[in-house]
């Protein structure tokens, strides 16, 4: 038996009354679960206890070899009121939910990630104002507990980011997957910006935009399968 905390990312109705829930786990990364939920607010297995992004504890018995876990019992971790009240968040939380099932797919066993990404998320729910830089920050700084973290210590002025190697260059890159330097030089400063501080970056929303593309291009060279994310439209809309 098994007791950890986890990340819902989405849920896939499965016959009458299953779900297939897709989670990151602190314990065990990437885990999938076939649920029955309950139609009684009061049974154990309820489906709001399955919206994307909620942070929930699950009890289960791990099987190594099977694709899909059967969950015990499920708590409610850590209340996330505001991610689903709040217009501009739950849209955000949209696109981050399915910008996750994709980067993480792969995860195993990867505590850091998962502690990442509940701080990320609780840190979002407890403020008002000064997020709407949130989406790029969370980006960047994932890609330092999955592997591709560009190294900051690099940076030039008036140089290229090259996406493939994950570095700045002041040399074009022979491939085609580079940022030129007015563009790479947000990119630069999204690396060094943290959740506190990263409502002095003033963006317009099609400067905005443009580093969201540029990151989920990134995203794409460096996690197989990485495909167009369908969210995307809604978040494009978000702020001014």
């Not at 309950?38 to 018995?61: C, H, N, W, Y």
């Not at 990630?113 to 729910?125: G, K, N, P, R, T």
């Not at 560009?150 to 700045?168: H, I, Q, S």
Request: aromatic letters at 12%; charged letters at 20%; a positive charge.
């Amino acid at each position: 038996m098994t007791q950890t905390q986890a990340v819902v990312l989405r849920t896939v109705k499965y016959g009458d009354g299953a779900l297939v829930a897709d989670m990151l786990t602190e314990r065990h990364g990437r885990v999938s679960f076939m649920v029955r939920v309950s139609a009684s607010s009061k049974g154990r297995l309820r489906r709001q206890l399955f919206m994307p992004l909620t942070i929930v504890e699950v009890d289960f018995d791990f099987r190594l070899k099977a694709s899909l876990q059967r969950i015990r019992d499920i708590r409610m971790a850590k209340p996330l009121p505001s991610l689903s009240m709040h217009p501009f968040k739950l849209s955000m939380t949209m696109f981050l939910a399915e910008f996750l099932t994709h980067a993480t797919r792969d995860e195993r066993d990867n505590g850091p990630l998962f502690q990442f990404v509940a701080y990320s998320l609780e840190w979002l729910d407890s403020v008002s104002t000064g997020f709407s830089n949130f989406h790029l920050v969370f980006m960047m700084r994932m890609s330092r507990f999955i592997g591709f973290f560009p190294n900051v210590e690099d940076v030039v002025e008036n140089g290229y980011f090259d996406l493939l190697n994950a570095c700045f260059t002041t040399d074009v890159p022979r491939h085609g997957h580079f940022v030129v330097p007015g563009e790479a030089s947000k990119i630069a400063l999204l690396l060094r910006l943290t959740y506190q501080t990263m409502h002095l970056c003033a963006m317009s929303r099609d400067e905005r935009n443009r580093c969201t593309e540029v990151i989920l291009e990134y995203y794409g060279l460096h996690v197989p399968g990485f495909p167009p994310l369908k969210s995307l439209p809604v978040l494009r809309e978000l702020f001014v």
